[in-house]
Each structure stands twice: as structure tokens, then as C-alpha cells.
């Protein structure tokens, strides 16, 4: 989790550090003739043969701007990935608005709500919303319900997946970045997975909770959902497969993680900058039109 949130980290920011370290260098300034040798140069430096006009010269065909083209087909890839997001934010956030604030004992204290328009728990930001259904819990579906979320809480989960899909929508047409979300989404799961089992120390029963819970589906589209029926069933082939659980990590590891990554990324960002840039003539040259010679 900590190695892709740091690569998500600096795909976010390769715009940015391309054009702060860019370094046009142009073509001319480029010390080739006298790298070459003599004859060669004066090979590449003869001039053209002269062009001899037809008598019927064909109509110009106009090149296809594959460079525009691109540029749109980009434009709306991200845009429509833009948009599903923003509505998707949107209708998440009117449902946390309609949520109603609810204060027991066992939510010590944090933003838990209860919404009708949920059918698993769903974490929005730092609020908890729950189903109507969470008064049919007993003790441990509540606790092993609030440390999963907790934990999605405690990691900042839900705005590192939105920072993913943000990334998404501005790479979709590289798969990596799809595949990242999906990557980091499963790895907050499985971490907070990890973090339910620890405080009811029962995988059976707690691989039996998200059975339950992925026979439904949640209609919020931006917060993060407990379970998902596309990733429930791999989550508890793991959770039934595992005898052990992660360790969090300490200040050396994340010391020995970024150590890593950096050098990839000053390397990446240094073979985008050095493009060279094409050279430009002040003044476009026009052959002289011929002259008939006069009897």
C-alpha cells in the first residue's frame, strides 16, 4: 500500500515536474556539422534539384492532423471520467446529507449516520453511514462493521481512491492507471479486513459478515463500500487462506520506500523534459516560379 500510494503520489505530480525541469534544447545549437566529416557535410548540405512544373498540377491534398485528432479523442476520454466522477461526488454527498446522525455507545464518538438509501456500510470522507439494518446486529457484526471502518478512516482511504480515480481520469488511456486504482482499492480492503479480524479475532466470522453483506450492493458511487460482490468472494478465499496479519509500517521502511522511488521518478521526469525541440525558420522560403523563354 505504501509503495503504490507513493507512485500514485508522483504520477499526480510528472505534469508538474516535466514542466518545472524542462529544458528546451534547440536542434541548430547542436554542434553536428562539425561532428561529421567534411564530405558528408557537403552531402547534406547540396541543394535540391530544381522542381519542374506540369501542365496540369494536381489539386493539393490537406493533411490529416493526427495531433488534433488525438488531442480531442483526450479531451473527451477525460472529460466524460470527469464528469461520472463529479456526479458520482455529488449524489454521495446529498446522501450524506439525508443521513441521520446516530450516537451510541459503540460509535465512540465518530460521525456515524444511518441512511435508507444504503444497503452495506459505506464510508464518505470521515462519516460512517450505515444501513437500516444495523439494529439487527449483534455485538460482534457491529464491532468488526466499525473497525473496518475505522481503519478506511484512519488510512484516509477514501480520499487516496479519489486522488486514484482523479488519476484515472487524466491517464485513461494508459492502462496502468486503471490498474492502480483497482490495486490500491483492493489493498485498502485488505487492510482493513485485517484491522476487523484483529479486534474480533474470528476470520470465520468475520469471512460469514461479508458474505452478508456482499449479497447486496450499495448505490452510493464515490464512497467507499464495505463490500462489493465483483471482490467479495477473493477477499474471503484471503481472509480463510491467511494465518497471519500485516504489520504497519515504521519510519525506516517508508525511509527505504520513497529511497526507491524517488530515482525512478527523477529519471522518468528527466527523459520527458529533454525532448528536443524542432527548429524554426523565420521566414518560409518559396521557390521562384519559372520563366518561358521568350522567341
Same mark, same amino acid.
Given at each position: ?56 498540377? @494536381? %489539386?493539393? &491534398? *490537406?493533411? +490529416?492532423?493526427? !495531433?488534433?485528432?488525438?488531442?480531442? /479523442? ?119 479486513? @485485517? %484491522?476487523? &479480524? *484483529?479486534? +474480533?479475532?474470528? !476470520?470465520?466470522?468475520?469471512?460469514? /459478515? ?86
Amino acid at each position: 500500500m505504501a509503495i503504490w500510494q507513493s507512485v500514485l503520489a508522483v504520477s499526480l505530480l510528472m505534469p508538474f515536474l516535466t514542466g518545472w525541469t524542462s529544458l528546451p534544447v534547440s536542434a541548430p545549437a547542436l554542434p553536428i556539422p562539425e561532428a561529421l566529416p567534411a564530405g558528408m557535410v557537403a552531402f547534406f548540405a547540396a541543394p535540391a534539384l530544381p522542381v519542374v512544373p506540369t501542365a496540369a498540377a @494536381a %489539386a493539393p &491534398i *490537406a493533411p +490529416i492532423d493526427w !495531433r488534433g485528432a488525438a488531442t480531442w /479523442i483526450y479531451v473527451c476520454g477525460a472529460a466524460f471520467l470527469a464528469l461520472r466522477l463529479l456526479v458520482g461526488a455529488a449524489l454521495t454527498w446529498r446522501l450524506w446529507r439525508s443521513a441521520t446522525p446516530i450516537c451510541e455507545d459503540w460509535t465512540a464518538g465518530c460521525d456515524v449516520r444511518v441512511s435508507a438509501r444504503v444497503d452495506v456500510p459505506v464510508t464518505f470522507g470521515s462519516t460512517i453511514v450505515l444501513p437500516q439494518s444495523y439494529v439487527m446486529w449483534d455485538a460482534t457484526q457491529r464491532r468488526a462493521v466499525m473497525a473496518h471502518e475505522m481503519c478506511h478512516i484512519g488510512g484516509r482511504d477514501f480520499y487516496v481512491l479519489l486522488l486514484a480515480a482523479i488519476n484515472r481520469a487524466a491517464f485513461w488511456f494508459n492502462p496502468l492507471a486503471w490498474w492502480l486504482n483497482g490495486r490500491i482499492a483492493d489493498l485498502a480492503e485488505a487492510r482493513s479486513d @485485517a %484491522a476487523a &479480524i *484483529a479486534d +474480533i479475532e474470528d !476470520r470465520v466470522r468475520y469471512a460469514e /459478515i461479508l458474505l452478508g453483506f456482499g449479497s447486496t450492493m450499495s448505490r452510493a458511487m464515490t464512497a467507499l463500500a464495505m463490500a462489493r460482490k465483483a471482490t467479495v468472494g477473493r477477499r474471503v478465499e484471503r481472509i480463510l487462506a491467511e494465518t497471519m496479519l500485516p504489520e504497519k509500517m515504521s519510519w525506516k521502511a517508508w525511509s527505504l520506500v520513497v529511497a526507491c522511488i524517488l530515482p525512478l521518478a527523477a529519471i522518468a521526469v528527466g527523459a520527458v523534459a529533454q525532448t528536443p525541440n524542432e527548429p524554426q525558420s523565420p521566414t518560409a522560403r518559396t521557390p521562384a516560379p519559372a520563366r518561358s523563354a521568350s522567341t
